[in-house]
């Protein structure tokens, strides 16, 4: 008796995993995904191009660009391929749990990895090489970058568990999104090779001081993307609350200015929006809690005085 229950046991365990295997997945929202994470490690590829003794550039239609501007630029193709995936996905009405599992596989290589390989790249090559056990510096950068990589994964899994279905009722996020976060290490490395070009070309005192302001920033800029992507300050979704459905008139002219700088002056644009959009939530959070807070009390001391 005993050995047929352990048989049937044993039968049902396997009709379950058999329940649980993979038969069919949707092509268009998972090539997309692909395309994700094969963006976030041609990004990685190209900041490994960046030698220490020179900067070499890359040719792409007769415009020469450094490889950290080219792998900037990847980290904003994936992206772009990110937002798109689960945009056709519900509009197919094929999301799954497999393609969330893979976005967050894709994800970790293109604002995960990638933007923490860069950064490492970039004060290499200011610094003429890092020894990450030689120095204290060397020690720093390193442990930064590996925060940032443990952070995002975190943030991956957190985001995983407490998801809902139905993202279209998503108003807000809890934590800095983690393609956010690497958007304002790549927009500050995309303005900083934008800078090098100015100063190559008259070698102003202000190209250089905002050059080395920018790339012995990129640390802490790290840490604190880091920090902001596994704590609870929330974060608007832009989509879902700024261009999905109707809006106001005004909606449309800060689109088309956004457009605008974004095209004509990019380097500049991506680094003030995407540091803006991270600044926001703690200093919203600074304002309900600590500001607005001691105002409400004030004002409550004074009507029972």
């Excluded at 005993?2 to 949707?26: D, F, G, N, W």
């Excluded at 500050?188 to 001081?209: A, E, R």
């Excluded at 596994?230 to 879902?240: D, K, Q, W």
């Amino acid at each position: 008796m005993v050995r047929e229950r352990t048989e049937r046991a044993k039968r049902r365990i396997l009709s379950r995993v058999r329940k649980q295997r993979l038969k069919y997945i949707t092509i268009l929202p998972s090539l997309i995904t692909l395309l994700n994470g094969i963006c976030g490690f041609a990004a990685i590829v190209f900041a490994s191009k960046m030698s220490t003794s020179g900067a070499s550039e890359l040719s792409f239609q007769n415009h020469q660009i450094t490889p950290f501007a080219a792998s900037c630029y990847m980290i904003f193709i994936a992206m772009i391929a990110d937002m798109l995936d689960g945009h056709i996905a519900r509009i197919s009405q094929s999301t799954s749990s497999f393609g969330g599992q893979l976005d967050s596989l894709c994800d970790i290589i293109s604002f995960g990895l990638a933007p923490a390989f860069l950064m490492l790249k970039v004060l290499e090559h200011k610094l003429g090489g890092i020894d990450p056990f030689g120095g204290l510096l060397g020690r720093f950068i390193w442990l930064t970058a590996a925060i940032y990589i443990g952070c995002s994964a975190i943030r991956l899994a957190r985001f995983n568990v407490e998801n809902e279905e139905d993202e279209a009722a998503h108003m807000s996020f809890l934590g800095l999104p983690i393609p956010a976060a690497a958007g304002v290490i790549a927009s500050l490395v995309l303005l900083d090779q934008h800078l090098l070009d100015g100063l190559q070309v008259n070698g102003s005192w202000f190209y250089t001081g905002m050059h080395n302001v920018i790339v012995f920033s990129l640390p802490f800029v790290a840490l604190g993307a880091a920090v902001l992507m596994i704590g609870r300050i929330r974060y608007p979704h832009i989509v879902n609350q700024y261009l999905r459905g109707r809006k106001p008139f005004a909606y449309l002219i800060g689109t088309i200015a956004f457009l605008y700088l974004s095209i004509f002056i990019r380097e500049v644009a991506m680094a003030v929006l995407f540091s803006i959009f991270a600044l926001s939530g703690p200093c919203k959070w600074f304002y309900y809690r600590v500001i607005n807070k001691k105002h409400r009390s004030a004002s409550i001391t004074t009507a029972n005085s």
